[in-house]
């Protein structure tokens, strides 16, 4: 193929560009994989039911245009909901036109799914539980993205139910007691496995202690034999 196919010869100085633009795509796909870890990371420290739910450069962007998580968990679901499209709202406002269903949620999977009258709906729905996902993250005590999955779920839930009508989705209720389940499970999880490392840690301390004992023990007779012969030397010398 390659003898009847169309072409030249690559020269010297082209394979030279080419060797080098290759070296640069790696170097680039290379930053942005490390790039894309770091903001996994830190999603998951900072905010892991929120990134759960929208996904972690959709939760960087929000709570990036909000200044902060707490900003962000203060919100009310609708400025959540048109959060990143304040000037297509205020343009609407001002010429008395319909105001933006979306902003920066439109990039979730989830508005792309729906159909186009259910576009609306499901953004609102989204809005909602990513307002309640950011509070938990905001004033919870303890990080988990327990309540961040079983939110995914209710939305995906909701989303089948609009676009098929097959079943009843999924209620608040039922959906928040699964999630606190999960979480007393992995609540417990976390205390077994912090009572058993300060188990570890004082059996260690007792092995260590017990071993400073023994060797106190040894060095006590060590200590004393100089003693004796000292004794025995001067009996004899007075004798």
Known sequence: ???????????????????????????????????????????????????????????????????????????????????????ALFRALKSRGNTPKYGIIFNTPYISKATGKNKGRISRY??????????????????????????KDQVDDRLHYYNERTHKPMTNTKAMEDALKLFAKELKKQNKAANDGEAAASNGDEKTKKKKRKAEAEAEPAAEEPKKKKKKKKAEEAA
């Open 1 to 87: 193929m390659a003898k009847i196919s169309m072409g030249g010869a690559i020269a010297e100085i082209d394979m030279v560009h080419i060797e080098s633009f290759a070296r640069r795509v790696g170097k680039l796909t290379e930053l942005r994989d490390n790039a894309a870890e770091y903001l996994r990371n830190k999603i998951a420290a900072v905010s892991p039911n929120l990134g759960s739910l929208m996904g972690d450069n959709i939760a960087a962007r929000l709570i990036s245009h909000a200044g902060s998580l707490m900003n962000l968990a203060k919100y009310p679901a609708s400025t959540v909901q048109i959060l990143g499209a304040e000037k």
């Open 126 to 151: 989204l809005a909602n539980k990513a307002a309640i996902a950011c509070r938990i993250d905001a004033f919870g005590d303890m990080p988990t993205s327990v309540f961040g999955e079983k939110l």
